[in-house]
């Protein structure tokens, strides 16, 4: 069975036009793959922890060592990746917030960097330990960054899914959303990349 992973992270649920986006792609998918199953990770609603000390200690301590607390949220860590892992695509709503990722997002992407789990050292430097697989990025903007020489997110983001192994990342950019008039077209645009993927 086909199995797509949708990652949200707007602050505006289903509202979001990145979320909108990643609904256009999953009506199409499944047409496409009508027994497949489509698992949605909403990382606004898990009110996930930001990386602090907690959360460094816990991702580090060996399993026989662990407090109960701390084995909690390794073994949430674990869910993340066994998702991961199991996805046969994968589709993540990246909008922009102040320049950046959504600090949800962030800190998903910290419960996801597990060394010898996700990624290991070796005398050539990092290497991802997760099978590649296709990744959409949906990529969500009120101005125009993607060719300005000043967007530090999708970089940031393409830089760490490939630090765990997926590199065959695709980005979908809808940008200007803020501007007025150019806002409609750019959405529209974006809507048909969306649905041409399938």
């Known amino acids: 069975m086909a199995t797509l992973l949708h990652i949200k992270s707007s602050i505006f649920g289903d509202e979001g036009k990145s979320s909108q986006l ?42 026989a060592e662990r407090s109960e607390a701390q084995q909690a949220l390794v073994d949430r860590s674990d869910q993340f990746i066994r998702e ?10 990246v909008p922009m917030y102040n320049f950046s990722i959504p600090t949800q997002l962030k800190a998903y992407f910290d419960l996801l960097a597990r060394a010898g789990v996700t990624f290991k050292y070796t005398d050539q430097g990092s290497v991802g330990l997760i099978e590649d697989k296709p990744v959409y990025l949906f990529a969500t903007r009120g101005g125009l960054y993607n060719e300005s020489g000043i967007d530090f997110q999708i970089p940031f983001v393409k830089q760490f899914l490939g630090f765990i192994g997926l590199t065959s990342v695709q980005v979908i950019f809808a940008e200007g959303l803020n501007m007025g008039a150019v806002a409609a077209g750019s959405l529209a645009q974006a809507e048909q990349q969306v649905a041409a993927l399938n």
């Open 84 to 93: 991961i892992k199991a996805a046969d695509k994968i589709i993540i709503g």
């Open 22 to 63: 990643a609904a256009t792609f999953i009506e199409h998918w499944k047409q496409a793959n009508p027994k497949g199953r489509v698992l949605v990770r909403d990382l606004i609603a898990e009110e996930l922890p930001h990386l602090d000390s907690f959360v460094v200690g816990a991702l580090m301590t060996p399993e």
